[in-house]
């Protein structure tokens, strides 16, 4: 069976953490590792992932990209999945990962939504329907493929190590979801489980200003990839690579 790693980012957010942490620790299939980055906290998070038995990185260059970053390089496993530090997997998570990534060898990213715990009525919906379910269906028309959801997914590591020269690590303001997705070679199969489900939080979305933000952060992540990494220029891209390899296809003639 292929051992798993759990990377959280983390910034000042030592009560939510341990809710998480303890969370990872009721599941049903355990993590082989789970990988706190401390993003430069001035409370406890790093005191707090400690005490639960993660290994806490330093990351001192804020951003969810440079410290997501950091936790995938140290990761030593197989399957690297990824949560934040909000996030609360129910007791199957990693189970249902396993079993996705053992079932079709082909899978290179699983990624599924996340289900909003917290935050007013009108704030949740707005957050579900517009932020998620709009950013699921708007980047699979762009990319030609689901988008990964940041605050739910896993990779094999091989699909990290392919791309990590390639996407913009060290930057702060932009998605680093979209960034990674916009990176995956042709032949990546990212599969969307809308079964495989978190809990988030709507805190970044209780004010405009913060749902405004991360808008910015969506158009800003998919300007500085144009022109190359338009919708027509993927599907293209895509295109060249399926007739390339139509001979490698289960049940070609050769």
């Known amino acids: ?50 005490s639960k038995g993660a290994t806490v990185i330093e990351q001192s260059q804020r951003g969810i990209w440079p410290a ?55 704030i949740a919906g707005l957050g579900q329907t517009l932020y998620i379910g709009g950013y699921f269906w708007s980047m699979e028309i762009w990319l030609g493929h689901p988008p990964i959801f940041g605050s739910n997914f896993a990779m094999r590591r091989t699909v990290w190590e392919s791309v990590r020269g390639r996407v913009h690590r060290g930057m702060r303001e932009i998605h680093d979801d979209l960034d990674l997705a916009i990176h995956l070679d042709p032949s990546q199969v990212v599969r969307y489980d809308e079964r495989l489900t978190v809990g988030i939080s709507a805190r970044p979305f209780s004010t405009w200003r913060g749902f405004g933000r991360r808008l910015g952060w969506a158009y800003t992540t998919l300007r500085m990839h144009l022109p190359e990494e338009s919708p027509w220029r993927r599907r293209a891209a895509r295109r060249r690579w399926e007739a390339e390899h139509a001979d490698d296809a289960p049940g070609a003639i050769a």
């Open 1 to 50: 069976m292929p051992t798993i790693a759990v990377v959280i980012p983390a910034l000042n957010d030592s009560e939510m953490l341990a809710r998480c942490l303890d969370d990872l620790a009721a599941q049903l299939r355990p993590a082989d590792e789970i990988i706190v980055v401390d993003n430069g906290s001035t409370d406890d998070t790093a005191a707090v992932a400690r």
């Open 68 to 122: 997501a970053s950091t936790g995938y390089d140290a990761a030593s496993t197989d399957i690297i999945a990824r949560l934040d530090a909000d996030s609360r997997p129910p007791v199957d998570w990693l189970l249902h990962i396993e079993a996705e990534f053992v079932d079709d060898p082909d899978i290179g990213v699983l990624t599924g939504p996340g289900i909003f715990y917290d935050g007013n009525t009108l």
